[in-house]
């Protein structure tokens, strides 16, 4: 396809675009992974294959994608990264808490965590070699590889990106206002919404022992917006790309977040018992971990909870529209 203006390229040439520079990214860590020398080759395929994810369903009305390349097919690939990633995110966390004042008693214990850990790291890098090497995942490579090379798409896919770019931008956005994420850790007076609770640390823990999961998937949203968004941030101005920004940011401190309760729940796992009874001091750094991370994470909340901020968000998105 050839470029002419990126603002009058059709809606195809950047779906195009993006898949293959996701698809690339993907499969140039392949070997390094199966090699299993550094973590940070399984953490850039799995971006990889997230975004890539995130584009073709981002794109999916002027895509016809062969099924092995489906959004569906990618998701199962990046699942299974997903837990060997997961795991060296908890042995990284954990051996860094060794390094600080814990008892011999409490760091005899972290080690048999760690050898636990180790071993189902073990059992899952099986598993992401076992996948790399299917059928299924080779007919995604050889697939998607043909298609990109004979690209096919829907009759949507020749409108100019001008014209349809806030329409692929806002449904993502809108999913992320809407999610229920935002209702954790708010205060309601009369069943009234009247602002962002100030919880005290045992609060913050109560909240996030029911409600975890539920913040847990607001960062997977604002992660589909950072992803869509990334894609178009040389088409937008400095107010785009600040908002694009702190969507990187929100998603690492609720990551933080996630990180150190996946970590505590891992243990309590491990060692049978809650992790406060058995690791007072490693409780409480994590825990001191989580409520410096929320107390970061209330003033995104409040910001981006605010009427104001969304509005101004929506206008950004439209204001390319402004520019033709």
Known sequence: MEIISRETNPLGHWAHLAIEKHFQKTIKYEEEVLQDEDPEALHQMRVGMRRLRSAASGFAPALILPESASVAAIGKIARTLGK??????????????TKTDLSSSEKKQIKEVITELKHQRALAF???????????????KKHLKYWLENPEFDQIATIPISQVLPDLLLPEV?????????????QYVDEEITGIANLEPSEVEQELAINGEILHDLRKQVKRVRYQMSLFADLYGPDYTR??????????ILGQIQDSQVLAGAIAAVLGAEIAEVLPVMAAKLASNIYESWQEWQTWHEKYFAPETRRDFRLVLLSHLDRE
């Open 243 to 252: 908002y694009l920004g702190e969507m990187k940011a929100i998603q690492e």
């Open 126 to 140: 099986q598993e992401v070699k076992k996948t790399l090497h299917t059928k299924k995942y080779k007919n995604f």
């Open 174 to 186: 809108s999913q992320m206002f809407l999610h229920p994420g935002w209702l954790v850790g708010v």
């Open 84 to 97: 060997l990633r997961d795991l060296d995110v908890m042995l990284a966390l954990i051996t860094n808490q």
